[in-house]
């Protein structure tokens, strides 16, 4: 079975730029989650959806940060504009949470590069 | 959201050896999650308790969910040199209505052969 898909794998961009990050969450999964992860701050949630609606973006650090959800097997992140401090590596997880159960099945990770 | 106490932050020992981790939290947790890292891959997930005192093995690999819903641990029987990595601890509060996750800043793993 495949797991979560997430591309690209590595993006680098100059400051200002948009960014787009995309996640293809495990097939039958209802819930959607966007992490980051940095040294300093070790993973940190950003937003997480529940069939498509995001259910909380509290960790979303501003407002140049946007998720969607536009259906069940895709979600993307969008910064815009982007700064040196947004470096780091952003992963999707999904999880099937109507089972009772909160395993979250993490993405291979997007590692962004804002110069 | 809660941070949870992850320990030791690194630990380096020889292949053969038994480790040993944990993770404490202030408030009571519902769900521990254990996770393991490699270089440039996203976290894996080892093993889930959902019950106070559950103790649950996977291969080498055993945890604990405390008896007291705040802490948890995570044993490695007979280190190998493919169990390096980080290992986090993960947790959901009690009562928290969605499923999101806290997560402990990880313990790195070195194992010499």
């Known amino acids: 079975d495949a797991g979560v898909i997430q591309s690209p794998r590595h993006e680098v961009t100059e400051m200002g730029q948009e960014v787009t990050l995309r996640c293809k969450p495990i097939?039958?999964?209802?819930?959607l989650f966007w992490y980051r992860q940095t040294m300093m701050r070790g993973l940190e949630l950003l937003i997480y959806?529940?069939?498509?609606?995001?259910?909380?973006d509290s960790g979303m650090p501003e407002d140049r940060f946007s998720a969607k959800m536009p259906n069940a097997s895709f979600s993307t992140l969008k910064i815009q504009p982007s700064e040196p401090r947004d470096s780091a590596v952003y992963f999707c997880?999904?999880?099937?949470?109507?089972?009772?159960?909160?395993?979250?099945?993490f993405g291979p990770g997007t590692r962004l590069t804002v110069l | 959201g809660q941070q949870l106490n992850q320990s030791p932050q690194s630990m380096f020992i020889q292949e053969g050896e038994d480790v040993s981790m944990n993770c404490t939290s202030s408030s009571i947790f519902n769900t521990w999650l254990w996770y393991k890292q490699d270089p440039g891959e996203g976290p894996v997930l080892l093993i889930a308790?959902?019950?106070?005192?559950e103790l649950t093995s996977n291969g080498r690999l055993t945890a604990q969910f405390g008896i007291t819903r705040k802490d948890s641990f995570l044993n490695i029987s007979a280190s190998i040199p493919s169990d390096v990595g980080i290992y986090f601890c993960?947790?959901?509060?009690?009562?928290?209505?969605?499923?999101?996750?806290?997560f402990g800043k990880g313990t790195s793993l070195l194992v010499t052969p």
């Open positions: 959806f529940n069939n498509n609606v995001p259910i909380d």
């Open positions: 308790l959902y019950k106070a005192g």
């Open positions: 993960a947790g959901q509060l009690s009562g928290h209505s969605g499923y999101a996750l806290n």
């Open positions: 097939s039958g999964h209802d819930y």
């Open positions: 997880a999904s999880s099937f949470g109507t089972s009772g159960r909160n395993e979250q099945f």
